[in-house]
Structures are given as structure tokens and as C-alpha cells.
């Protein structure tokens, strides 16, 4: 077992009620779940989003936290949230990292695999 291993898994969802096709507006939510495998307790600092949308526009979002928190996990601790964003295509891509700092002292970086946002019947 990792000392420091925290896990990230998203699920997602597109929210065709607040989406406007007729205007590029698709609005995504993703659903996050944190959790913490290592053996270190650790508190999540920041975060680090790359989207990109079906035209290869990439919008970089950092920042403090998730959601206003910073979760603090210990070894076999979960964390969940949702959070959303809005694209103009009907696909697009998200990835990213979270920054963690350890009880020890240690930072480290709790990466977000490359997941796809897609309108439902739209890739194949």
C-alpha cells in the first residue's frame, strides 16, 4: 500500500434541461468521488481543470478547494461531490488534478483521468 494514494472516479451526466442546443449552451454535470487509498490522512488544497470542447478550445480552471470545501481524508475516507460546467459542442473532454497536502508534510497531486461530456446519441 502507497503512503500516498488518493483515487478520483467521475460519472456524468448531461443536463438537457438547462442546455440550449439552439444557442451552443450544453450544460454537464460531473460527479466526483474522492478516496483516499493510501496510508497517510491528507486535505485537499486546489484543484486544476483542463476542459476542452469538440472545436479543441481549452479553458484551464484552477483554484482553491471544491465546491468552497477542502476535504480531509484519512486512509480509507471518501469524498463526494458534483459540480457542472458548460460547453458549446455537444462533446468535449475534461481532466485535471487535485493537490493534496499530507499530515507529514507532503504535497502530491491526486491526478483526474481524461473523461468524455457528451449529449446523450451523440458520439458513437
Avoid at 451552443?24 to 476542452?52: D, M, P
Avoid at 481532466?95 to 451523440?122: H, M, W
Amino acid at each position: 500500500m502507497q503512503k500516498y494514494d488518493v483515487v478520483v472516479s467521475v460519472r456524468t451526466e448531461y443536463l438537457a434541461n438547462q442546455s440550449t442546443p439552439a444557442e451552443s449552451r450544453y450544460v454537464f454535470a460531473y460527479h466526483i468521488s474522492i478516496t483516499n487509498c493510501g496510508t497517510e490522512s491528507a486535505k485537499l488544497q486546489t484543484r486544476h481543470w483542463i476542459i476542452t470542447d469538440g472545436n479543441e478550445q481549452v479553458q484551464e480552471v484552477k483554484g482553491s478547494g471544491v465546491i468552497g470545501e477542502y476535504p480531509y481524508l484519512g486512509p480509507g475516507e471518501s469524498f463526494h461531490y458534483t459540480s457542472g460546467t458548460v460547453m458549446e459542442t455537444v462533446v468535449g473532454s475534461m481532466q485535471g488534478s487535485y493537490q493534496f497536502l499530507a499530515d507529514d508534510g507532503t504535497e502530491f497531486k491526486a491526478p483526474i483521468r481524461p473523461f468524455t461530456l457528451s449529449v446523450p446519441n451523440q458520439v458513437h
